[in-house]
């Protein structure tokens, strides 16, 4: 009977530790998502909810620049240029109809370890605020992977929602549809 008692006593101190607790990725970037939704709220504007395929996105960008250093990020390199470059590939990858998706902002920002007031500042604090602060976006998926965060803005309308549609390859890319922000990061606050 004892034996019974310690096995249900460590179960019950087993199962929150293993299956109530998430990757500490998923904190980061929720605490982020939590931080820009209080800035917006400062400024009376609404929260940004979750958007789907902008999640995707935002996880996907955040891969692909894993290989590029905080460092060499300061100037765009042919490398992180070619990752944004990549965004038709990731947009089909992600259901996303870029035909149609004209409104959005791909913000990505390298911050050594992640550091959360840091990363927010980053969004807060620099040429990022003006698309914050745009009460025409509205959804939010937010990505990543070591040292870069990436947060990718939707808004409400057909043209900006990310909606999943039919996805034609184009030989060749005029005007990519997505406003991509090529400013990766600044380091003053």
């Given at each position: 009977m004892a034996s019974l008692k310690i096995s249900l006593f460590?179960?019950?101190?087993?199962?929150?530790?293993f299956f109530l607790s998430?990757?500490?990725?998923?904190?980061?970037e929720d605490n982020l998502l939590q931080g820009i939704n209080s800035y917006r709220q400062s400024l009376s504007l609404p929260a940004l909810t979750k958007n789907k395929n902008a999640d995707c996105v935002a996880d996907q960008l955040a891969e692909d620049l894993d290989d590029q250093s905080c460092d060499a990020a300061a100037v765009p390199s042919q490398g992180t240029l070619a990752t944004l470059a990549n965004y038709p590939k990731v947009a089909s990858k992600c259901n996303i109809n870029i035909n149609t998706t004209t409104e959005g902002v791909i913000m990505p920002v390298c911050v050594h370890k992640l550091v959360p007031t840091l990363v927010l500042t980053n969004y807060t604090r620099t040429y990022y605020?003006?698309?914050?602060?745009a009460s025409k976006f509205t959804g939010v998926g937010v990505g990543s992977k070591d040292d870069w965060m990436v947060v990718v803005l939707t808004s409400n309308t057909l043209s900006g929602s990310f909606a999943s549609g039919a996805w034609k390859v184009p030989e060749k890319i005029v005007g990519l549809g997505v406003v991509v922000v090529l400013g990766w990061f600044i380091w003053t606050v």
């Open positions: 460590l179960l019950l101190l087993v199962y929150p530790i998430r990757p500490a990725l998923c904190d980061d605020a003006k698309y914050l602060n």
